[in-house]
């Protein structure tokens, strides 16, 4: 079975100041990751995916995601916070289950950016 | 870039009417879905569609819901009979094949129903 924990329901950082949003997953099969974007009043955005390639993935809007196995993480990071990174953001794990894959969304994390 | 669009934007219905949802997704995505989000909570899936029927639906798909694709193009959720707690935003999603890391899902901008 597969679930996503994010680990932080909020997190509040500095214009200027890394960004890390944590992901833990649990899959019983190679998962796909990804991390979607949800800006106020709009839809999940895409931002970027990790597919068994590189470890290290670079998305869209200078964030980057770290695929580590051995600590079951997958969390994002941004190295300089903009105004517009304030959003929701969804951990989102494909993974394979008796019934088929299944995509299990995280429970989100709001990123808010102090001026 | 291709998108999944849907429509209307925001939908307001009384307790006790049918409304439908629609979306229109990605031309040669197979695979479609519906989730929805109530304000302030998760993500919540709903129900998967390939190849013109249900391939999963979640507790909260009861006879009350229903997907169809009437034709090559829309896709479409039916609450028969909405309570006020089906207020939520409904949130199409589309994709070329589940599960491989390079077919992630893509979303609609949803549709914001309030049922007074």
């Known amino acids: 079975a597969q679930s996503v924990t994010q680990l932080d329901s909020h997190v509040s950082v500095s214009e200027g100041t890394p960004v890390l949003l944590r992901c833990n997953y649990s899959?019983?099969?190679?998962?796909?990751l990804f991390w979607y974007v949800q800006h106020p009043n709009k839809g999940l955005q895409l931002l970027l995916k990790?597919?068994?390639?590189?470890?290290l993935v670079k998305g869209i809007n200078g964030f980057e995601a770290e695929f580590k196995k051995s600590e079951t993480s997958f969390h994002l990071t941004k190295p300089s916070a903009h105004m517009s990174d304030a959003a929701e953001y969804f951990c989102?794990?494909?993974?394979?289950?008796?019934?088929?894959?299944?995509?299990?969304f995280g429970a989100g994390t709001r990123l808010f950016v102090k001026a | 870039e291709p998108e999944v669009t849907q429509t209307p934007s925001h939908q307001v219905t009384q307790m006790g009417q049918e409304v439908i949802l629609r979306c229109v997704p990605i031309?040669?995505?197979?695979?479609f879905y519906w989730y929805r989000q109530i304000l302030g909570q998760k993500v919540e899936f709903l129900v998967s569609?390939?190849?013109?029927?249900?391939?999963?639906k979640s507790e909260i798909f009861d006879d009350q819901f229903s997907v169809e694709r009437p034709d090559g193009s829309n896709f479409t959720l039916k609450i028969r009979s909405t309570k006020l707690e089906d207020s939520a935003m409904y949130f199409c999603?589309?994709?070329?094949?589940?599960?491989?890391?390079?077919?992630?899902?893509?979303f609609g901008n949803g549709t914001r129903l309030t049922v007074t």
């Open positions: 031309s040669n995505h197979l695979y």
């Open positions: 899959s019983s099969y190679s998962p796909s």
């Open positions: 990790y597919t068994s390639a590189a470890t």
């Open positions: 999603a589309s994709s070329e094949i589940p599960g491989q890391g390079n077919s992630p899902l893509h």
């Open positions: 569609f390939y190849n013109n029927e249900i391939s999963e």
């Open positions: 989102v794990v494909i993974g394979l289950n008796t019934g088929g894959f299944k995509t299990i």
